[in-house]
């Protein structure tokens, strides 16, 4: 009778393959688990905080940077702003990121606006901008010798009076020859100045301006109004 002899390394191999096997199927597994759930981290020696809970952590916006405020013109109504706020290189979105409130903002004067920082976003930026009174309008020139008459539209809303510009140049801001005249009247609608009756034409300006304690604010220049010699005149932007 033919005896058979016991091979132990060829069992030994056969557990190990199925060892092998059973070691690949695990991982397979446990691959598939760590797909269908959030990754676990460590961030700055914390364990056990996810990858979701480290991105929606609070972010202060008090040092966003704040452009697109302009000064505005008084309208009798709350005036406000379309600021663009910018955090690094990432544009906040309003009513998402930040609230925005405003004080002080209907009347002539210096209006404050300010931003909250909202959902993921803390924080508050405080920033001003200028409200100017409304502006008005030349309506005529007249000239007699060295006499010239100045006359204007009344604007009395949110107005403590008037400063016009005049010399034979032709825009107001050549401070080295303009002569400007402030009228304390915001009732008033004409004032008369001296010029040198050879003066060719003369060119005027004018601009409402509000005061504040010692502070004034201007409206924007109106279009120039020029009278000749003649008398007769010429209007321009």
């Keep these: 009778m033919e005896t ?42 914390r364990q056990g ?4 809970s480290i991105s929606t952590a609070a972010v202060s916006i008090a040092k966003a940077k704040v452009t697109g405020l302009k000064s505005r013109t008084y309208t009798g109504r709350a005036l406000t702003q379309n600021p663009v706020v910018k955090l690094g290189s990432r544009t906040l979105r309003k009513g998402t990121d930040y609230s925005v409130s405003y004080k002080s903002n209907k009347n002539v004067g210096r209006a404050t606006m300010i931003i909250r920082g909202k959902g993921r976003y803390t924080g508050t930026i405080t920033k001003t901008f200028i409200i100017k009174p409304k502006p008005t309008r030349l309506v005529n020139l007249t000239r007699r010798g060295s006499v010239m008459t100045v006359y204007w539209k009344k604007q009395t809303q949110q107005t403590s009076g008037y400063q016009f510009s005049y010399d034979c140049v032709r825009f ?26 050879t003066g060719a034409r003369y060119t005027v300006w004018i601009r409402t301006y509000k005061q504040i304690g010692s502070r004034y604010y201007f409206s924007d220049w109106s279009p120039y109004l020029g009278v000749w010699r003649s008398g007769s005149l010429e209007y321009g932007y």
């Design 172 to 197: 107001p801001r050549n401070t080295k020859y303009i002569r400007r005249v402030r009228v304390k009247s915001a009732r008033a609608t004409s004032c008369k100045v001296k010029i040198s009756a």
């Design 49 to 52: 905080q996810t990858a979701e």
């Design 4 to 45: 058979k002899m016991y091979d132990c390394f060829k069992e030994v191999k056969k557990i190990g393959r199925k060892r092998l096997a059973a070691w690949f199927l695990m991982l397979i597994i446990a691959l598939a688990a760590v797909a269908s759930c959030p990754c676990m981290v460590f961030a700055e020696g």
